[in-house]
């Protein structure tokens, strides 16, 4: 106990104002005698105060706690007289704070102070560790967000780059089948024009071709001897006939 507290302890000034039942007088004067207010009363309020006292600061017995003490002395005797002295009933409990002389005072001043300067001590580190545990949580949170944000981006990139290889394998596959599509048809084409050469060589059609580059070829003779010449129509159709079958065998 600080020599602060010993000082308030030792000199604070106690009042109890009791009242004993008269059916309980003949038993407690019997038991305890006519000084019983020794007993379960002065005696007890010191021994309550010594422990009151002993389980608090300074700073709560003196002023933070000290306008309960009243009920607490009253609460506490009336307990141990109900059960030990029934006859006895405490009717209530006044303490006086004492006067504490200068010296002390500056002394518990001084003291004040110096606990005030650790509490604010204590509630800036306090503070500073949440300020730091605050900031800690913000650079957490932004940086999962700009780690979400660039997932995001390189999903929409990888996206952007499959769909441009779709859209070129697709391209691809509409020019391929356009091409084969024009390959089949001058394929066709060509097939076509075949069959249909084919068709137009007839004996009479060869025929008809040789007279015509005969006579787009006529030259006129002059002089004593002239070139003769044969002109057999079987003859030039068996020719044209001959051709033709020569030329269905190679095809």
Known sequence: MSHLLFYVYRYVCLQVVNRLKKDYVYETLLNYGVDYDNT??????????????????????YIDMFDQIDEKMKDALQADCTRYAPGI????????????????????????EERTKVLIAIEKQMVAEKEAETQKK????????????????MEQKLMEK???????EIANAMYMAREQSLADASFYRTMKEAEANKLMLTPEYLELKFIEAIANNSKIFFGNKVPNMVFDQRLLGNFFQDMVRKENMES
């Open 40 to 61: 379960w009363i002065y005696d007890k309020i010191h021994h309550e105060i010594n422990q009151f006292c002993s389980a608090h600061s300074l700073q709560q017995v």
């Open 89 to 112: 009933e405490i009717i209530s409990v006044r303490v006086t704070k004492p006067s504490i002389p200068d010296s002390i005072r500056r002394n518990f001043q001084h003291m004040e």
């Open 138 to 153: 913000i650079a957490i949170s932004e940086a999962q967000k700009n780690a979400h944000v660039s997932k995001i981006q």
């Open 162 to 168: 499959e769909s441009a290889r779709r859209q070129e």
